[in-house]
């Protein structure tokens, strides 16, 4: 029976997204204005995700063919191959819904935002919930079939390994998507025709509304797919090295509790104060999960240590989520000093924002090696992987706050162009702005539990490789250990410099177009009408383009690293994990202080809309722009996918060891 | 006779150095307006030298006086404060003679252009050559006479401490020094006001030219200084675990030979084109010490091993030095992709900077990493130091060359304000852009040295650890030290947010004197004067202040953690290093491609001055300059100063483990 409390919890979840589906479905869309525009960012949307399924597919059934092929000349258990194609699958699936239903949810909040903030901050949340409890479902019950079935942990990593390349396409991928739009739109809409964000009028402005929806909801879903199951597939893993009661039930069943502690929370997320409601659903969602788990542990293992695990991951996310909460906030000093020294220009705005996001890093590092060792403490490396899974255990309704920022955005948008009038706008810029900071957090808490999730990876790696080859000599002092560690450190860097770089030459192709329609159409004139549909293409086929050399890199070097000397690799995943952590720390918080420095002379301080510090200020945004949207989480992707390949491979760097 | 060697070749450098002052001071410095302006330099840098020497007269005061009393509770031998002292008074000297020297060449230079660029070129490498050849003969002599007379390595770990303490201040507070008075002259002379760069009525120009000295000769120098006796001493203090005759001596005898090498290449440099005469000198050099190398390891050793270690730390620097140079000409791809990206804007110009700067770590890294594993190969952890010695082996001329760029920088600068026509500044501009060239190649160089002493180092203190702990666990999974590994790549990051942020603070006041002192002298309007010495003043105090934290840092860091857990001190210093090296190289050369962007517009590419791109490459290069000339730079130092602050303490952990 206790087996099959994660199958149930995940088919609760699974029902839960349902019934939540078919409540905002049912509501009203709006008027026709509304229904238009939001058609066109739903099937921009779904264009994007079609033609990126494409090149996922292929990508896909490579991979799957390959691991067939290794199945026969190496020690891969068959069954890799099938759990490698769930996942995809199961990844895949639960971003298709998410977005569909964002997509959908868009209309529908501005719609009811004319009944007042409550509802509308109802509705948004509900797609978001959509997501979330999608993502927990989909990921436990995948996990759970092939374990219960197999009862073979190497299998699991496939089931992992799947999820991970779905996460790296719609990172990537929906990255250079979301900031080349975002940018085009920007840069000749606002600052070179000094027409307003969100303007109809802006050929680029469908795309900017749909790259909100592909990187935000599909990537930012996807990525924590992939660290939700490889945390849970790693402290399965490690259940080996402890002697507890149900040591390896016992990470599905808290992940289960996790799941049901959500559900139950997502009660508190209503009221007039949409910042509010969120953070109570959250906090109540730890505090029932603790409750949980505590009374799980306490009948059934008698021992609370690996209890004790579990809840200093679940600390250490909350820690991160202040933590960024604070560096990027523009209610906080950091994100007002940067908009300070914009009154000295772009420069000096740049600099104080590359100081505050380097500053950011300390406290999440330290606090999740603080995290580490205790939980290490507590159950050895089994422990590590606990504390992931403590983390993300709430993610059915965390997840649910991120995706709800990316709706709340869409709707202020909808509302402009709609022009649905002052109130009904400001409602829905009200529910904007706290999405802005809940994006910010959960920007944090996907960064945080990757870096987590890739440490509980890399100790699985380490066991993994010690009972199939023997002992590896992992002395830091060993040459080849230390310059693994060293290429490693350095792969985030190599990885963000060809991401910024699609983004520019992806946003450059935009620019163009969005000044040729302006100038061919005399859109501004009034005489023409923009063409949306082209700059959707354009963005899909940039994007599409530029991520296939950065993806195939995140495959391809540990394999290589791995076929040649398995001490190097080991190196390599602690480097890129302590590097890639930081870097993503840093591109994201500093993006996002940069943007709410923005946000803080745009509310009227320091000369407001249109003095030289706005304007200075403005290329600080845009600078942060692909930082914190795209560079920063394609490293989360990076550093577990890294780790996941090393396990699915283990059986082939055995032949060459 | 052989052991006193060393000891010799220090003389030789000393007394060429001491003839070539001669030689230089001997020239005419030019009309009584020339030799004004350089004696306001000269006197302001003499000025800063001064202040910033009181601050360390009290650190290394105190720091001496813990030893001393370290020394009697631990087993600290007490000589190592009297070490401490002299390698900082003898890092100290050698900055003081070279930076003095500079700041009488460059009104030298501009006069001497008048007979033509060879003579000028002459100049400016002489100064260049006291500078170079002072650091490696009494970085010699200090090493040999402690060696000598106490034949215990631990003693020379205080000799390298004393370096790095001065390292630290003069590229720290010299950093924040010639940055924020660079970006207020800048910003408020060429931005707000339109008036050329090192127009004399500019209040800050004398400070802007004073911090090229400050920075680029004086940092430079004890940077390099540092990295040149670490490198020796952790060689000699390795050579217990090889069996080769003459180990211990080895290192002494081929730095040595590295000197006279250098001496003897310095013929080379001349003829018209100072690009190819600098490059002649430098390659010469290398082939010289190569062969001088290969010569005395067949006589000595009779086993090659030891050679080919250091050989491949020569290549090494060479290959960082060449790739610094791809990734930051103005004739190179990647600084043209920068220019053609200012067209669509500032943001795009920044954003395409980083994304240069990033791609460009991978091959230093890589180079590095294949440098140390070969050198292990041949003679393990010692191979490892022999080649950073092999890399620093030409350290006199190569130093030179670096040195040579701020001297010609000033030279520019005299020519400009004094007003010396057009065909004298053209001279003076040509030997410039050469000394932006070789001053990238030289940050790429100091980084590269900075980091494969610092893993010299990290053996080193393994080595020593378990000597004086016993067996120490250091497996990568060992969570203190992967939590250590993680704390130390994030302090990089920290003390770049700290650095930047002063360059921030300082140079904010700086931009309000200068403004305040256009508006109320009215210098534009030709009634007032500038008063530069006030200028000089902030600049100065800014600098010593808000160095002091980042300074702390990187001494307390490592003794609270090495006290807590040595275990976790060893990751720390593998994780600093690699990240250290990852970030100072990213750093350096996004800044000097920015710098070089700006100067490819400037010659008249894309719209040449003034235009579009011209602007947006403007704030590119304020951007860049705290990141390549105080952030960047002062990595190097951290990296190293932690190493060897943690060889020092080691009986101190001792008695905590």
């Known amino acids: 029976m206790l087996n099959l409390f994660p199958l149930i919890s995940g088919a609760i979840a699974i029902i839960f997204a349902i019934l939540l589906a078919i409540y905002i479905i049912k509501k009203s869309p709006g008027n026709e204005r509304m229904r238009e525009i939001s058609h066109a960012i739903q099937k921009g949307a779904v264009t994007f995700l079609n033609e990126e399924y494409k090149i996922i597919s292929i990508f896909v059934l490579i991979v799957f063919f390959l691991l067939i092929l290794a199945s026969f000349y190496t020690d891969l258990p068959w069954q890799t191959s099938l759990a490698f194609l769930t996942g995809?699958?199961?990844?895949?699936?639960?971003?298709?819904?998410?977005?569909?239903?964002?997509?959908k949810a868009n209309a529908r909040t501005a719609e009811a935002a004319k009944s007042g903030i409550k509802k509308a901050l109802l509705i948004a949340f509900s797609s978001g919930a959509v997501m979330g409890l999608c993502v927990v479902g989909l990921g436990i019950i995948g996990i759970s079939i092939f374990y219960l079935i197999f009862e073979e942990t190497s299998i699991l990593f496939g089931f992992g390994f799947g999820a991970s390349s779905i996460?790296?396409?719609?990172?990537?991928?929906?990255?250079?998507?979301?900031?080349?739009?975002?940018?085009?739109?920007?840069?000749?809409?606002?600052?070179?025709?000094?027409?307003?964000?969100?303007?109809?009028?802006?050929?680029?402005?469908?795309?900017?509304?749909?790259?909100?929806?592909?990187?935000?909801?599909?990537?930012?879903?996807?990525?924590?797919?992939?660290?939700?199951?490889?945390?849970?597939?790693s402290a399965i893993t490690l259940a080996s090295i402890v002697a507890y009661a149900y040591a390896s039930l016992y990470p599905l069943l808290i992940a289960s509790l996790g799941i049901i502690a959500s559900i139950i929370a997502m009660i508190f997320v209503r009221g007039k104060n949409p910042y509010t409601a969120l953070r109570n659903g959250l906090f109540g969602a730890a505090i029932i999960f603790a409750i949980f788990a505590f009374i799980t542990t306490h009948y059934l293992i008698k021992d609370y240590s690996p209890f004790y695990a579990t809840l200093v991951g679940l600390i250490d996310g909350i820690i991160i989520g202040l933590a960024t909460e604070y560096?990027?906030?523009?209610?906080?000093?950091p994100a007002q000093s940067i908009a300070k020294a914009a009154e000295t220009g772009a420069a000096t705005d740049i600099l104080q924002g590359m100081s505050v996001g380097m500053l950011?890093?300390?406290?999440?590092?330290?606090s999740t090696c603080i995290a580490m060792v205790l939980a290490f403490e507590f159950a050895s490396f089994y422990g590590v992987a606990l504390a992931a899974?403590?983390?993300?255990?709430?993610?059915?309704?965390?997840?649910?706050?991120?995706?709800?920022?990316?709706?709340?955005?869409?709707?202020?948008?909808?509302?402009?162009?709609?022009?649905?009038?002052?109130?009904i706008r400001r409602t829905t810029e009200a529910l904007d702005a706290v999405g802005n900071t809940t994006a910010a957090m959960g920007k944090g808490f996907a960064i945080g539990s990757a870096a987590i999730t890739a440490l509980a990876l890399l100790f699985t790696f380490v066991n993994k490789a010690e009972k199939v080859i023997g002992e590896i000599k992992i002395e830091l002092?060993?040459?080849?250990?230390?310059?693994?560690?060293?290429i490693g450190a350095m792969l985030p860097f190599l990885f963000s410099a060809l991401t910024i770089g699609a983004v520019g030459k992806a946003a450059y192709k935009m620019v163009n177009e969005v000044r040729r329609q302006f100038k061919e159409y005399k859109i501004l004139e009034g005489i023409g009408k923009p063409d949306y549909e082209r700059c959707v293409k354009i963005a899909t086929k940039g994007a599409l383009k530029e991520m296939i050399l950065p993806s195939s890199l995140a495959v391809i070097?540990?394999?290589?690293?791995?076929?040649?000397?398995?001490?190097?690799?080991?190196?390599?995943?602690?480097?890129a994990t302590a590097s890639g952590f930081l870097l993503a720390v840093f591109l994201a918080n500093?993006?996002?202080?940069?943007?709410?420095?923005?946000?803080?002379?745009?509310?009227?301080?320091?000369?407001?809309?249109?003095?030289?510090?706005?304007?200075?200020?403005?290329?600080?945004?845009?600078?942060?722009?692909?930082?914190?949207?795209?560079?920063?989480p394609s490293l989360n992707i990076l550093i577990k996918l890294m780790s996941i390949v090393s396990l699915v491979f283990l059986p082939l760097f055995a032949k060459f060891a």
């Open 389 to 423: 899974i403590g983390m993300l255990s709430t993610l059915g309704i965390s997840l649910a706050t991120d995706c709800y920022g990316p709706v709340a955005d869409n709707a202020a948008g909808i509302a402009e162009m709609a022009g649905l009038g002052e109130e």
């Open 360 to 366: 950011s890093t300390v406290i999440p590092i330290a």
């Open 477 to 486: 002092t060993q040459p080849h250990l230390l310059a693994g560690i060293f």
């Open 167 to 233: 996460a790296l396409f719609a990172r990537v991928g929906g990255g250079i998507y979301t900031k080349s739009a975002d940018i085009g739109a920007d840069l000749v809409g606002k600052v070179e025709e000094g027409i307003p964000e969100d303007d109809p009028r802006n050929p680029a402005v469908i795309a900017d509304n749909v790259g909100d929806n592909v990187g935000d909801v599909a990537g930012m879903g996807a990525d924590l797919f992939e660290s939700y199951v490889d945390s849970i597939i």
């Open 327 to 333: 560096f990027t906030s523009e209610q906080r000093k």
């Open 557 to 575: 070097v540990p394999i290589l690293i791995g076929i040649w000397k398995i001490e190097a690799l080991i190196g390599l995943l602690a480097g």
């Open 590 to 632: 500093a993006g996002g202080a940069w943007d709410n420095a923005k946000k803080f002379i745009e509310a009227g301080h320091l000369g407001g809309k249109g003095s030289f510090a706005h304007k200075a200020a403005v290329v600080g945004d845009t600078v942060g722009d692909p930082c914190k949207d795209t560079a920063g």
């Open 88 to 103: 995809a699958f199961f990844s895949g699936l639960a971003g298709n819904i998410g977005m569909r239903i964002a997509t």
